[in-house]
């Protein structure tokens, strides 16, 4: 089944630049992905779902990037701040024609004032 | 209003015993989810139901027994409780049949420490 790899080093970047963070799913090519933001003692929350026929979606500050070729998706939060501090989660489908997401284990991003 | 929530939050119990974590989603959503996360922060499948009939069933323990009374609740049941169920269980709904482009909406989560 699928598997979905996050960096857990945790991100730390100064207020007001671009974080960037990684998804590499591993096996086979997910419908879309999705991703979410969890801080900590609470529930993940959804933030965007990206289809495998979309190159880039975008959302106010954030931006999701799905690559077939790289197996690969990218996070962006463009003029972070310290309240976008939190670990963020993607997930895809685990397989085909399974009814289970797969995700992964997060990045923690810091955002210093 | 809260979309999706679970009782209790904090649960502290001894090994062998048999405890309940409900939930409750108000959002009109058809499928609800148990996930389990680990001090390792991998967020599991366990069981997923659509409007009450159990469509995901994991590789979990028959201790972990789910009910579905109704479309809008979602109860999990763990029997002879043993040290390595400790984790953070969430609850999720999201719409639709199965697990498809749909967003989940997740519950604050409910701590189990067994000791």
């Known amino acids: 089944s699928q598997k979905i790899e996050q960096n857990s080093e945790a991100l730390n970047i100064q207020e007001g630049k671009t974080a960037t963070l990684t998804c590499n799913y591993t096996?086979?090519?997910?419908?879309?992905l999705q991703w979410y933001r969890q801080d900590p003692g609470r529930g993940p929350v959804f933030l965007l779902l990206i289809r495998e026929n979309e190159k880039e979606k975008r959302k106010e500050r954030l931006k999701v990037t799905f690559d077939t070729t790289l197996k690969q998706s990218l996070f962006h939060i463009t003029a972070s701040q310290p309240a976008d501090s939190a670990t963020y989660l993607c997930?895809?489908?685990?397989?085909?024609?399974?009814?289970?997401?797969?995700f992964g284990s997060g990045t923690r991003l810091q955002v210093q004032p | 209003d809260t979309a999706v929530s679970q009782t209790p939050k904090y649960l502290v119990t001894q090994m062998g015993n048999d405890k309940s974590i409900k939930c409750e989603q108000n959002?009109?959503?058809?499928?609800m989810y148990w996930y389990k996360q680990d001090s390792k922060k991998f967020l599991k499948i366990m069981f997923s139901?659509?409007?009450?009939?159990?469509?995901i069933n994991e590789t979990v323990p028959n201790r972990f027994s789910p009910k579905s009374p109704d479309k809008a609740h979602l109860n999990l049941h763990i029997n002879s409780l043993e040290l390595g169920d400790s984790a953070v269980y969430f609850c999720?709904?999201?719409?639709?049949?199965?697990?498809?482009?749909?967003?989940?909406?997740f519950g604050p989560g409910t701590r189990l420490t067994v000791t």
């Open positions: 139901y659509n409007n009450k009939e159990l469509i």
């Open positions: 999720a709904s999201s719409q639709g049949p199965d697990v498809g482009p749909y967003e989940q909406y």
């Open positions: 959002l009109g959503h058809d499928t």
């Open positions: 096996n086979y090519s997910p419908a879309y």
């Open positions: 997930a895809s489908p685990r397989d085909t024609g399974r009814r289970a997401l797969t």
